[in-house]
C-alpha cells in the first residue's frame, strides 16, 4: 500500500486525506495544533467546491448542514444596493448548486470523520521535509509533556497544506518571494443571533468592507476589512468594529451589538503576488493557502483548496508523471483566480470619495446594463468539473 503524509489538518488537508485513503493510499496527517478545533468562523463553499465534495462523498452532507446564500448581492454603505443576485439565477447557471454557507468546523468535522481512527497525529510539528525521498521529520508533543523527536517517516507522497506561511514552500521554493501583505486587515466572527437576516451582502465603504453571511441554526457570519497598516490589533477588536461601522446600515449595527468581544478574531491579509515555479518538487506537492494563498474577495480560498485535493488524489498514484500533471492542473488557474481576487481587494481599498462613488456608479451601471455578462464573469471560476473517476 502506498504511504502518504500530509502536513496540516485544515480543509484542504483532510480533504486530501479523505481522498487518498478512498484511492487505497495509507495517510497519515500531522497536525501541530492540539485540537482540530478550527477557528471560529464561517464559509462560503460554491459549486466548483460542492462538486469537488460530491467526489468523495461528502457534498450532500454539506448541503444538508449549511444555509444556501439565497437573494444577495454587494450594497453601499447606506445600504443601497449595487448589485442584487438571486439563489435561482445562480443555481440554474452551475448545474443545481449555487453558494452554501456553513461554520468552517462543520466542514472539518465532517471531512474529519470520514478518516479511519488514528489518521490524524495532533501536538505534530513537522521540521523537515526532503522533496527526493519524501522523508518526514516530526516533533510530537505538548507543552505540559515537552517536545519528543519522532523516528522519520518515508512517504511515496508528502502534502504540504500547511498554510500561508508554509515552511514547506519556503523549503521547496527557497527564492520565491512568497506572500505579501494584500493591504487590508481582516475580521471575522460568528454571532448568535435571534432574528437572523435573511440576506446575504457585502456592503462597501471609503476603504471598508463589511459582509453578512446567515448561517443556520440561527448564527450569523460576519465579516470584515478595513484598508490599514500590517500589524495593529489588540485590545476590544469588537470596540474596533463599532467605530469603524457602528453608523452602518442595518443590521450591522445591531450584529455587532450582539458580538461577543472574545470571539472577534482579526488577521492581515497576505497573497501570492509572484507564482510559484510548480506547486511540487519530487515527492511534495503544495496545495491550498501554501501554494496560491488569496486575499478572500472572491471567496474561493477553502473552494480552491477543495479542488486542489481531489485533483490531486486523482493523479497521485501515477508517481513522478501525476504530480507534473497536479502542476499543469492547477498552477494557472488558481495563479488567475488570485489575480483576479487581488483585483477586487484593490478596489475595496479606495479611500477617495470621489474614486469611490466613481466605483460604485459603475458597478451598479454595469450589472444593470448587463447582469448576465457580470454573472457569467465567474462561469470560469465557479463552472468547474473535478475529473472523471
Keep these: 500500500m502506498a504511504r502518504a503524509v500530509v ?31 478550527p477557528v471560529g468562523s464561517g464559509l462560503a463553499v460554491a459549486a466548483n467546491a460542492l462538486k469537488a465534495l460530491d467526489t468523495i462523498g461528502v457534498g450532500d452532507e454539506i448541503r444538508k448542514l449549511s444555509a444556501v446564500q439565497g437573494e444577495g448581492g454587494v450594497r ?13 439565477a445562480t443555481t440554474a447557471r452551475y448545474g443545481g448548486d449555487s453558494v452554501v454557507l456553513l461554520r468552517r468546523a462543520d466542514l472539518v468535522g465532517a471531512l474529519s470523520a470520514r478518516l479511519a481512527p488514528g489518521t490524524v497525529r495532533l501536538n505534530s510539528t513537522v521540521k523537515g521535509v526532503d522533496p527526493e525521498t519524501g522523508r518526514v521529520t516530526v516533533r510530537t508533543g505538548s507543552a505540559e509533556t515537552g517536545p519528543v523527536e519522532s523516528e522519520p517517516v518515508e512517504a511515496e507522497l508528502v502534502v504540504a497544506a500547511d498554510g500561508i506561511h508554509s515552511p514547506t514552500r519556503v523549503a521547496l521554493f527557497p527564492g520565491h518571494p512568497g506572500p505579501r501583505y494584500a493591504g487590508t486587515t481582516s475580521w471575522r466572527v460568528l454571532i448568535p443571533y435571534g432574528s437572523v437576516p435573511g440576506q446575504t451582502s457585502e456592503s462597501w465603504g471609503d476603504g471598508k468592507v463589511f459582509g453578512v453571511m446567515p448561517l443556520a441554526g440561527g448564527l450569523v457570519y460576519c465579516y470584515a476589512t478595513d484598508a490599514v497598516p500590517a500589524g495593529g490589533g489588540g485590545g476590544d477588536q ?21 458580538a461577543a468581544p472574545e470571539n472577534v478574531l482579526r ?90 462613488r466613481l466605483r460604485d456608479m459603475t458597478i451598479a451601471l454595469a450589472w444593470r446594463l448587463t447582469p448576465g455578462r457580470m454573472t457569467g464573469a465567474m462561469d470560469e471560476v465557479v463552472g468547474w468539473t473535478p475529473p472523471a473517476p
Design 76 to 88: 453601499r454603505a447606506d445600504g443601497r444596493w449595487l448589485i442584487r443576485t438571486t439563489d435561482e
Design 267 to 356: 488577521n492581515d491579509v497576505h497573497h501570492l503576488t509572484t507564482p510559484l515555479p510548480a506547486m511540487h518538487r519530487g515527492r511534495v506537492a503544495l496545495l491550498g493557502d501554501a501554494a496560491h494563498p488569496m486575499t478572500p474577495n472572491l471567496g474561493q480560498g477553502a473552494c480552491q483548496a477543495i479542488e486542489d485535493a481531489v485533483v490531486l488524489a486523482h493523479l497521485a498514484d501515477r508517481g513522478a508523471a501525476g504530480l507534473a500533471g497536479y502542476t499543469a492542473a492547477r498552477l494557472k488557474r488558481t495563479s488567475e483566480i488570485v489575480a483576479r481576487s487581488a483585483s477586487i481587494c484593490r478596489a475595496t481599498r479606495i479611500r477617495n470619495p470621489l474614486a469611490v
Design 238 to 258: 469588537r470596540a474596533e468594529l463599532l467605530r469603524l461601522f457602528g453608523g452602518w446600515h442595518d443590521p450591522i449595527p445591531a450584529l455587532l451589538a450582539a
Design 7 to 37: 502536513i496540516g489538518a485544515g480543509i484542504g488537508g483532510l480533504t486530501a486525506a479523505v481522498a487518498l485513503q478512498q484511492r487505497g493510499w495509507e495517510v497519515t496527517v500531522f497536525e501541530r495544533a492540539p485540537s482540530l478545533e
